[in-house]
């Protein structure tokens, strides 16, 4: 993996230029992954995927939670040039393995002095580092991250801080003895909660590795993940990621998953973090909403979403949002996806998904735009109010409005469950 800066600008943050894998594509940063579940776009295969949200080189996000129960499959299918890409249909495409699915809350316990706790949707299972490189080795990956103990967040107390940060450690002093032996990138985990020495320790570990030992860095336990990380407090946030991006080299991405708001997205790139997920657009599509925040002036409020659900909706024939040239809004109505809502069609999360991946992605151009201008402070501005008065609300509440436990495994219904 080879990342070159193209410019740095004081307000903004940075651009820059990654390429993955040799004679693979360059790719522009800050970069949006797509998470996937089980290898898949969710609700999305792979034709819908390159028809209406987009045909270009995409990296996704695997999860290990979610891909563990496909090790064994992927060690005898694996040869050559094919990859864990091509396994789940979207071949030529990048990807990256983490441990914990962003996109639902990862439960608090289970941690251990020499083991891991992978939840998956079997139950908990108990992850040591030999065992994960095992299955790192299966799936092979574009690039992975290492095993570390992320079960921390603001309210973490400093011995459970600790903790996380001793485990890591031990957990990877075997990682990078044993990295030569997968031919992938490995990112550093930089743990420690909301500690600042806790993280200056952790970055003190990678850093004191060998030359390449790792090509970038991944920062965790500010959240548990799924909603959670849309509610955290930038006030704590972003105080701690300014003092770890202070330490670390200018030359290695820096990877930050989880669903945070746009606004707040915007925050951590002007601290300096590169790489993103679409965690946040899933958890606003599960709970109905549509993404219609405004990131290009228009003069006219905006709102962050639409919930499709609002009967509001219910003779509004209009598209979700006017300015969007996804599928979603070009041939379909608020009526029509709160129709779909009622009914439970499985049409319904289809379509919120392409609409909700297309508009996030294009937020994603914008930012790259307005970071080559430094004008990062506008558009934080835009976003921000969305050309009202207050700041607006970009947190996501799950929505409760299942309409009965007799319409579970269809459409919009199951997605709520």
Known sequence: ???????????????????????????????????????????????????????????????????????????????????????????????????????????????????????????????????????????????????????????????????????????????????????????????????????????KHAREQPAGSYGGYILEGFHTNGLTATTVDTDKLLPIVEHCVKQLEEDKPRLLPGAFTPLTILELIAQGMDIFDTSYAYCAALNFKALTFCFVQAGEKQVPFLDVTDDANKENFSPLLKTCSCLTCQKHTRAYLHHLYKTNELLGPILLMVHNLHHYMAFFETIRETVAKDKMPELMELVRKQNGDAQVDYSIAANTKVITKATMGKGFAAAAM
């Open 1 to 203: 993996m080879k990342f070159a800066i193209e410019s740095i600008t004081k307000n903004s943050g940075r651009l820059g230029q990654l390429r993955i894998r040799e004679g693979g594509p360059e790719l522009r940063t800050p970069l949006l992954m797509q998470t996937t579940k089980g290898g898949s776009i969710p609700w999305l295969s792979a034709d819908v995927f390159e028809s209406h949200v987009s045909q270009k080189p995409q990296v996704l996000q695997f999860t290990l939670s979610t891909m563990d129960q496909m090790a064994e499959a992927l060690a005898q299918w694996n040869s050559g040039d094919r990859g864990v890409s091509d396994y789940v249909g979207f071949p030529g495409h990048l990807n990256v393995l983490l441990l914990r699915d962003p996109c639902e809350t990862t439960p608090s316990g289970g941690n251990d002095r020499d083991i891991q706790p992978l939840f998956t949707r079997r139950g908990r299972e108990s992850l040591t580092p030999e065992r994960y490189m095992e299955m790192v080795a299966s799936i092979k990956p574009d690039i992975y991250q290492g095993l570390c103990d992320a079960d921390t967040n603001a309210e973490s107390a400093k011995k459970r801080v600790q903790k996380s940060v001793d485990r890591t450690e031990k957990f990877m002093h075997y990682i990078y003895e044993q990295r030569g032996k997968v031919p992938s990138t490995l990112l550093a985990p930089i743990v420690g909660g909301y500690n600042t020495f806790a993280r200056t320790q952790s970055i």
